[in-house]
């Protein structure tokens, strides 16, 4: 619900600001606006099983709320006295492109292994270099935002929610993981969340 609502959240904030004809809410709508509705396809055609889970009505909210703390970046953006400039907007769409890559190949990916070749760890693709490429393209999706606010307050938030949830969650995928055979070479020429780019290219 969360991400398909970050579109009309996000417009329905440029239509209270009055900032419908802002370049950098413009674009920022299309990023974060097109990042909901890929998280969507997402969920329909190659599913995360971790959001399979049936959540009690509190906890969802809970969740509901702390992911919307997000849209006060998103009112910091909008309502910037200052249009951001061209490099700024440049550098936060590259940071927000090769998120996107990084995340929804990831996922596609680990999708397609677990369901026809469960039992093997997952060390190829996107996974060659880094061990959490799902991670790591969140969290340049999210930077790109922060880019474009140009404020403080994003990157603060942005850092706890890496800090409390990404990382705890990093460290038990990280032992879960350890039990394959494999693990040892894996981690000889990846990193757990940066590309070790010194390591061999798959050909």
Known sequence: LHKFS????????????????????????????????CWIL??????DWGFEMELPLA??????VAAAVHWLTSWLIITHAFEATGPRIAVALMSYIMGMFLM???DAQKYILLKYHRGHLIREGVFT???????????????GYCTLS??????????????????????????????????????????????????????
């Open 6 to 37: 970050c579109f009309f959240v996000i417009l329905g904030m440029m239509l209270v600001a009055r900032k419908t004809e802002s370049v950098t809410a413009c674009v920022y709508l299309a990023m974060h606006g097109c990042y909901g509705f």
């Open 42 to 47: 997402k969920y329909l055609y190659f599913p």
């Open 59 to 64: 906890l969802y909210v809970f969740c509901f």
């Open 104 to 106: 929804f190949v990831g």
């Open 129 to 143: 270099h880094t061990r959490n490429p799902n991670y790591l393209g969140e969290i340049l999706i999210y930077s």
């Open 150 to 203: 140009r404020s403080w307050l994003p990157w603060m938030i942005c850092i706890s929610f890496w800090l409390f949830l990404f990382l705890p969650n990093m460290m038990a995928k990280e032992q879960s993981l350890s039990r394959y055979s494999e693990w040892g070479l894996y981690t000889s020429h990846s990193f757990m969340l940066l590309p070790r780019i010194t390591a061999s290219w798959p050909h």
